[in-house]
């Protein structure tokens, strides 16, 4: 599957932003979706999990009450929207696929989009 991610820009804190990571390839509901952040000097994170069909979903702590990870199969679409912002949330925003597993561990996605980035500013 290929992914594609978009949606970023720059915002002020409080402020919201809704990503999108659109798949092309094979069946879209096989894939486990999640999205990861990495900030500059820092290593890549979990922020948000869902299962194929929707049914489950996992938040980072830090995200809880804030984010929402949704999905669309019949667009092959995945969402993450953004609401509360704050500064610390400023980071480049991946979407990550496995067809092996639901989980918050990036050793688990073997596809990846290219990135869109997300700043929030004080």
């Known amino acids: 599957v290929q992914l594609q991610a978009f949606g970023g820009g720059s915002v002020q804190a409080g402020g919201s932003l809704r990503l999108s990571c659109a798949a092309s390839?094979?069946?879209?509901?096989?894939?486990?979706m999640a999205w990861f952040r990495q900030a500059p000097g820092k290593e890549r994170e979990f922020v948000a999990a869902?299962?194929?069909?929707?049914?489950?979903?996992a938040y980072a702590d830090s995200v809880k009450g804030r984010f929402s990870i949704a999905r669309d199969n019949a667009k092959n679409t995945v969402y993450l929207q953004m609401n509360s912002l704050k500064p610390e949330d400023t980071a480049l925003y991946y979407c990550a696929g496995s067809l092996r597993g639901y989980s918050g561990r990036e050793h688990v996605y073997d596809y990846w989009g290219q990135g869109t980035q997300v700043t929030v500013s004080s």
């Open positions: 869902i299962s194929g069909g929707g049914g489950a979903t």
């Open positions: 390839g094979r069946t879209f509901s096989d894939y486990h």
